[in-house]
């Protein structure tokens, strides 16, 4: 296949998986059939798309205009197809573990779950290949919209409530704030809207007001960074069913927030842009805040979930941080984080499943002992906080090793105290989760039957145990990710010029 | 490619007249249809009326594109420079389509709502009604005189006090609703009148281009100035400019559906027109006491209505209140674009009332369709309907998700222009405003879309059903047009493009 069709075959793709599970509704086994297979073509022609990627091609696809100017364009890049890489082959684990999930729980509207859930990874593949700011924002707003039900699937008040607040804040925050920027973008950028090496506006001559107002709107415009203080839509997106909070709000959903925030950094901005603006170390100054209050604040949440959420938050923080320093170390921490994060905060949240499906608990408190019943899930669940803390020889290690190196060349000289601080409050608020599971202290009573006879389905113990494993394999796949990544900050010694599509 | 089809097999008597076509078509069939004995004969004939005069638009739009300098004129009776000009360039051409598309598509709609709504001896005169409104609209759309413009303004006003006083078998506040709207109208023609007296005093003419050719001398003259300003308030009464626009949610409430649904997709878009063609043909942006007007009243005014409407709508109970509110809000965005007093401006505007029309087309429709097995349109009333209902629901939270502007929605590329426009004249904040009504329109309309699909229905004895075949055709025809004018919006931003284009007098741009 050309580029350009594989190109439009993962974007098409998701969308007749979700005609084949609307088809197949009445029939379980097939419908999960149709979301295995789809996932495993869609991670197939992801993989390909990136070796194109790698080989130094930019697969592009132009669909047309929808007004003069304004293209529905594609073009992917080194940052994309990582993102891309990450969401579709997660969405296979996540897809094996959905099952055992919905079926252990005995959910309603399984059919309606599955066509969102392949909707939304249609938007998450667009955001990752959109060429210029216009298609982003559109496969952005689908990636909203599609995962609204999703959120609300449960369709108690709490569930609606929760869904409420999350389409608010991030329609709110998308329509209010990044789609005004977008289209000032377009004003002071002569009518143009594409991503462009070396970046859009670096030519602009942008007054410093003008600049540090544009970026400020496009970084909080971006509310699925969940940046403080538009965090709180995601612990309210925590009441949905626990693969979405899996694989969409520890995976596709924030990362396609602070992969926009970082596409926008390098392909809008540009780095000469971007330090010369000045409300960058305010965003910087916010990132570290949000890393730490964000931590201290799941340090407080008994529900396990909600403790995870918090941790995400502060997860995707250094992520902004990453893309906010402007350099190659920065760009590199903040992409690394993406994958890396990516695989440990959705194998804690596949534990924290496997352990509601098993015994319907959801408070830390509750689960002392725990270990003993279901020991693979609470080691998949250390081996995943280790990664999150960053210890070697586990993923997370490289992004925070990249972003200290990154903030010290550039004279921020506070940023790596800011880290060290959440590595510590890291260990505080997730280790003795394991800890207490698996070796109670004396005297605490024994945990009660399993709610569900048998445990838990052995795919929702499968999935974690399995991408727990990813964090290993990642940790030693940093060099040619890194070689992979090189293009998108190397820009610095390219004439911004040449590569104008 | 339809265009140049229809162009060359369309007959020469066709093309010679097709603008007057337009009007006279309807015009004569609305007395034919008064003597009807049967109502579904005299549906069937303002279906016919309607579908041609579609036709014609069509066929005018052709010509105009592809005549050089887009202007047809048209000497009604050869009177030429004595008698009544029909003057048809691509922003005419433009609003006469919306008018008569949408006119087409309502009566397509019409016919079980009529049945519900009207009593059965008046169905004919009812219809008759209809289509005079519908010829007026045309003719005020059309005309290139002043004083005819009026002429055709009080013919369709007339008709629809009518129209929404028929509204009273169902829900007598129907009666003073219509009666508000007669004192207003009244007062509107009354202004817009008046304006034209003291400017015809001034010109010695009511050609309005000949009008545009003299102003330019006596910009300094006092009778001009206060012409102008009681023809802009005249109009902007008819285009429910806020806070003029006191007649309108009464008036949308408690019609007919059908009448509801006709008005809100034409009528003020129609005075919008007029508007837009005294402020931009006849007068010009140029003339200082303009450019003050733009800047401190109808920006002002457009804000206030985007904002304070759209507050409005969040707190109403009533689904077709809420939708009333909601459009006097649009006015405010399609005021807004219009005073930037650039092409882009008004090109914007010009884009929003067409994919206004789409959208105020499509929900009007669905409402009316499932009010067909039982009365109530409150919000309450809605719960539960995505279940009974889906195929008109899924219909309506198109348009919905249009009438907020989510991307791959008309609306969305609306706000877009407007947008654009709006940054490109230097009123960034201006921009905030819209961004701020849109996030109200999410309340509104999100409030709405939940109940339809998330909540159980409240009395669960009443059963509303799916609209009938005969309304869900039209109803799904708008809702895909707004979602195909979302991916492709080239067709309708060249017509506003070539629109505010011919009503700026400039050369078509982009």
Known sequence: ?501 | MILELLLTSAPDWAIRHAAMLIVVVPLVMAPILALSPSGRLAWFLALLATAASTYFAILTLGIVQSTPGGIIEYWIGNWYLIGIEFRVDALNAMILLIVSGMAFLATVFAWPTILADVEKQKISLFLCAFLLCFAGLCGVAGTGDAFNLFVFLEISSLSTYVLVAMGARNDRRALPAAFDYLIMGTLAASFYIIGVGFLYAATGTLNMAEMAAQLPALAGNRSVQVGFAFIVVGLGLKAAMWPLHQWLPNAYSYSPSFVTMFLAATATKVALYALIRWLFTIFSPDYPFEQAIFTWVLAPLGIAAMVICSFQAVFQTDVRRMLAYSSVAQVGYMILGISVATAAGVSAGLLHLFNHSLIKGALFMALAGVCLTYKGTTVRDFAGLGRTAPLTMSAFAIAGLSLIGVPLTAGFMSKLQLGYALFDHGWWWAVLFVVFSSFLAVFYVGRLLQAIFFEAPASPGRHRKEAPLIVLVPLWVLALANIYFGIDASFPVGLANDGAAAALGLEAFQ
């Not at chain 1, 999350?166 to 991503?195: C, E, H, K, P």
Request: net charge neutral; hydrophobic share 55%; with cysteine.
């Open chain 1, 1 to 501: 296949m050309t580029p350009d069709m594989l190109i439009a075959a993962a974007l098409i793709l998701p969308l007749v998986i979700a005609a084949g599970i609307a088809a197949f509704g009445k029939f379980p086994n097939l419908r999960e059939g149709v979301t295995i297979l789809g996932s495993i073509a869609l991670f197939a022609v992801v993989v390909q798309l990136t070796m194109l990627v790698s080989s130094g091609l930019r697969p592009e696809l132009y669909v047309g205009e929808a007004i003069p100017g304004l293209a529905f364009a594609f073009k992917l890049e080194p940052l994309g197809a990582l993102f891309a890489v990450v969401a579709s082959g997660l969405w296979i684990v996540n897809s094996f573990y959905s099952i055992g999930y919905m079926r252990g729980n005995r959910e309603r509207n399984q059919t309606r779950f599955y066509i969102c859930f392949a909707i939304a990874l249609c938007g998450a593949m667009g955001v990752a290949m959109a060429g210029n700011l216009f298609t982003l924002f559109i496969f952005y707003e689908i990636l909203t919209l599609s995962t609204y039900p999703l959120v609300a699937h449960k369709g108690d008040a709490a569930a609606r409530r929760g869904a409420r607040i999350y389409l608010l804040t991030l329609l709110g925050t998308s329509i209010g704030f990044l789609l005004t920027a977008i289209m000032w973008t377009w004003v002071v950028a002569g009518q143009r809207l594409d991503f462009v090496d070396g970046g859009l506006l670096a030519n602009a001559n942008l007054s410093p007001v003008v600049a540090s107002a544009l970026l400020l709107l496009f970084v909080f415009g971006v509310g699925k960074a969940a940046l403080m203080p538009f965090h709180f839509w995601l612990p309210n997106a925590m009441v949905a069913p626990t693969p979405v909070s899996a694989l969409l709000h520890a995976v596709a959903v924030v990362k396609a927030g602070v992969f926009t925030v970082m596409k926008i950094s390098i392909y809008i901005f540009g780095d000469e842009l971007l330090q010369a603006t000045p409300s960058r170390e305010f965003i910087m100054a916010v990132a570290c805040f949000t890393i730490v209050a964000a931590s201290l604040i799941a340090i407080t949440k008994d529900n396990l979930k909600a403790r995870l959420a918090y941790s995400t938050i502060a997860q995707l923080a250094y992520v902004v941080l990453g893309a906010m320093l402007a350099d190659r170390a920065g760009i590199l921490g903040g992409s690394l984080q993406i994958a890396a994060h990516a695989v440990a905060k959705i194998t804690l949240f596949m534990c924290a499943g496997a352990i509601y499906v098993a015994t319907g608990l959801t408070n830390i408190s509750d689960m002392r002992g725990l270990g003993r019943k279901m020991p693979l899930v609470f080691i998949a669940f250390f081996i995943a906080a280790l990664s999150i803390i960053g210890i070697p020889p586990l993923a997370g290690d490289w992004p925070k090793y990249e972003l200290m190196q990154g903030a010290i060349d550039r004279g921020a000289d506070w940023v790596p105290f800011v880290l060290i601080v959440s590595s510590l409050l890291n260990i505080v608020y997730l280790l003795p989760i394991p800890f207490l599971a698996l070796m109670p202290p004396p005297g605490s009573k024994p945990p009660k039957e399993f709610k569900r006879p048998g445990g838990a389905p052995w795919l929702t113990v499968a999935a974690p145990l399995f991408t727990a494993s990813l964090c290993f394999v990642l940790f030693f796949m940093v060099d040619p990710i890194a070689d992979f990544l090189a293009p998108a900050f190397a820009t610095v010694d390219i004439d911004p010029e040449v590569n104008i599509p």
